[in-house]
């Protein structure tokens, strides 16, 4: 497909959400600085077309399973930036009610599973909701998001081997970013295209550019229309790359500012908005809309987090179990 | 009511289930055509298809994860862990993943899986295949703990854990498989969580014994009731959530407390139970709380070895003597 063939509100909305990624992440870190936010952040600034690609090519009742950086997944799966920003603020309206943060964020009305602390800890988890779908035959897709890093797990071979066993509708979607944590991957693993791992387990693998929004969305649908056909699962490599730390704080001494500055110039929201104005012949005026509709939809989180009460201390002891019997040792 | 084994009441239950509700699947290695290296799942694959069945590769953290996602879709899973020792394989997914995955996720998600799995010593499997897991997983809130004694309790706690909305892990005891006893027919029979059992009455000695230990603790209580030393045998049936009342009730009444269990001494289920004791009945004890359980060995391949380490009827006789004797 070429840029020519997309609809001006699809294209758009990718914009919109490659936008509201990038700033919900530099918002959270100034409100982190600032205060309001009490927990540790790995932001995905940089890899905003990964996040967005690959949800654009699911339906609603899609699921998937996130990381530890996830807040563009969420974006993506239509996660509500006010509702974010107050579970990073610890605040009761929060989509975990405070009790999760940044880890662990989760909303089964869009579809989405959970964010994840564990390195690979989603992978398995997404293998089993396609479990249900192919069990339900009801036609849904889960895809599970992951790190270079996590596919040095034996979480991900035990996942990817039981969904190519089981031709689950199931896709696999490495972000790979170059780095696990501090440690280039060159140094973690023996491959430099991750997407061959795929081979074992009797699935496509498939690279592609990670900073280009339209082929990682047209990778992830042609993997999601396999799914649904009963083609089974996909391995889908998008090489991209993260501006920030690990974490917040990280004093990045493992990558040289050269490195960074030639992956800047491939920013895949400034490549994206010259194609927008460029090729696709959308007003300057429109994308600019765009623009200051994410700045005061992100002012209105902020201030909605700010706002919002912060649990009672003793509500810490409810919500482990479904059942609960009165009186009893847990 | 029927005469059936353990194992039998095991497989009817689940084959009651996965009738009554088409979301009940079994997953696990070797547990369709095989029927399950313990024999329990029998001929659930020929009844219920590959489908609902399912054979899996030697993989436990892909089990436990795929369970946990199947749950969170709607499906009521049942995965079958070979033995407890493998536990470890899927050590995330049990613990940072299936435990928490309500709490952390603000009780969006809802988790009904059951996690069958094998326990104790079978004699001679030696230190990766007899290990009584139970109390490592005490640590972890958010999974509950079943630990069945008797045919009628494998039935009726394996029906609340598959009917329930959190994950179980349900501990099936090597040794209890072929013993036999009483079940009920009604196909809704289930025993609630966190009621224990007092399986024998007594005023002198509170003997509480887990699983696998109960037929010795009831062996070693008629011959203590010949010497006129009256045991009262407490069977907790589950860990998490644990029936404190009856067991404080009952050592309030007699004063005097032996735990027994298959799992090591160091940190077992009996170090949490004798610490409550401690914390709520102290005031009554004429006497130490004493754990009769497996030496902090592990597990020897040897016949004479591995029952020197292992708890025996012998130990628990030996430990109501002393304590019925104990002066302050």
Redesign the interface.
Known sequence: MSIGDYSTEKLLRLYRQMLMVREFELRAINERRAGLIPGFIHSCVGQEATAVGACAALEPADVITSTHRGHGHLVAKGGEPKYMMAELAARTTGYCGGKGGSLHMTDFSLGILGANGIVAGGIPIAVGAALAFQQKKDGRVALSFFGDGATNEGAFHEALNLAGLWKLPVIFFCENNLYGEGTPQAKQAPVADLAIRASSYAMPGVTVDGNDVLAVYEATKAAADRARAGGGPTLVEGKTYRYRGHYEGDPMVYRSKAEMDEWKGRDPIVAFRTRLLSEAGLPEAEVAATELAVQSALDEAVAFAAASPKPAPETALAGVYGEISGGLVF | MRTITYSQAIYETMREEMARDPHV?LIGEDVGIFGGVWGVSGDLVKLYGE??V?D??I?E??I????????????R?IAEIMFGDFLPVAG??LV??LAK????????????VTVRITTGAPGSAAAQHSQSPEGWYMNV??L?IAVPATPADAAGLLRTAIR???PVLFFEHKMLYALKGEVSDDPDFAV???QAAVRREGRDVTLIAIGGMLPKALEAAETLGVEGIEVEVVDPRTL??????TILTSVRKTSRVIIAHEAHKRLGPGAEIAA?IAEEAIGYLDGPIVRVAARNVPLPYSPELESYVLPQTQDIIEAARGLVRYRL
Do not use: C, H
Request: aromatic share 4%.
């Open positions: 699947i489908d609902r399912r899996t590769p993989s953290t892909a436990i994860g795929a369970a946990l996602g199947a749950a969170m879709m709607g499906l899973p995330d997914q940072n993943q995955a309500r709490y952390m996720s603000g009780g969006k998600a809802n988790v009904p809130p958010g509950k329930g909305e959190d609630p969580f966190g998490v959530p644990l029936d404190k009342e409550l």
